[in-house]
């Protein structure tokens, strides 16, 4: 079998679905905390959303992403796992049953993962943002806003996912589609270096050395583990690339990265950069460990495995 496997991008696309729907409650209070105002912490915040919009709330901007996330998770998937089996195989192509796992292997082909994570999320991701952040109150004196944008608050600027990138391409253009990438490369490049490692060697270490793979309860612990490790160091960007993408619905406030950092650390302080850790970690967990979960039994039931086998 060639080092190029078209399998991986099925499983990915499955789990991909399956983190998109057991996450997107918490990526809602995040995205909330992070780039909107008057919430005072997690709980807070999601008791504020359920008195004021119902459960519902939690739920809004889901269907792009479940539709969307899906083939992006795919892609992320498929070229990880196919560039770290190349370069493994590269490495030793003597080795039949596979060689182990190299920290330079899985350090670059995390690498690769997080740059074509962002051609493809970066507009997913702002289409989710700005979904999910509509109906933020928006607050004249805070934004400085004029008169004309803070009317238009009164009411969602976006009818759904079609109208909202009609709408982006309309008054921003193509490039309006990636506002907030600069922030996101450098969220997901790291980030994924933190998902994936980690994720191979807690299931290696976790998994017995009698045993041919990791059992569904070592991929769900170790994927859960990997996703709350990744999302938690990769926070403080994070704020950073919410507030971006946030931004542009009513009113430009940021002119790039440094200057969305720049601002937010003179408006809140440092402890901005850390707003939504919490729920980013804890949040991170289940989606990680449905996504891990649900790429290995993919793999099984398609390759016809008795055991799942790790990427």
Known sequence: MGSFQLEDFVAGWIGGAASVIVGHPLDT???????????????????TVYRRESVFAFFKG???????????NSVVFGVFSNTQRFLSRHRCPEAEAGPPHMLSDLL??????????????????????????QTQPLQEANLGLKPRAAALGEQPAYQGPVHCIATIVRTEGLAGLYRGASAMLLRDVPGYCLYFIPYVFLSDWITPEAHAGPSPCAVWLAGGMAGAISWGTATPMDVVKSRMQADGAYVNKYKGVLDCISQSYQKEGLKVFFRGITVNAVRGFPMSAAMFLGYELSLQAIRGDHVVTSP
Do not use: E, H
């Open 29 to 47: 209070v995040k995205a909330r905390l992070q780039a909107g105002t008057g919430y005072g912490n997690t709980l807070s915040c999601i008791r």
């Open 108 to 133: 670059l082909a995390s690498m690769v993962a997080g740059v074509v994570s962002v051609g493809l999320g970066a507009p997913v991701d702002l289409i989710k943002i700005r979904l999910q952040m």
């Open 62 to 72: 889901m269907s792009f992403p479940l539709a969307s996330i899906a083939v992006y």
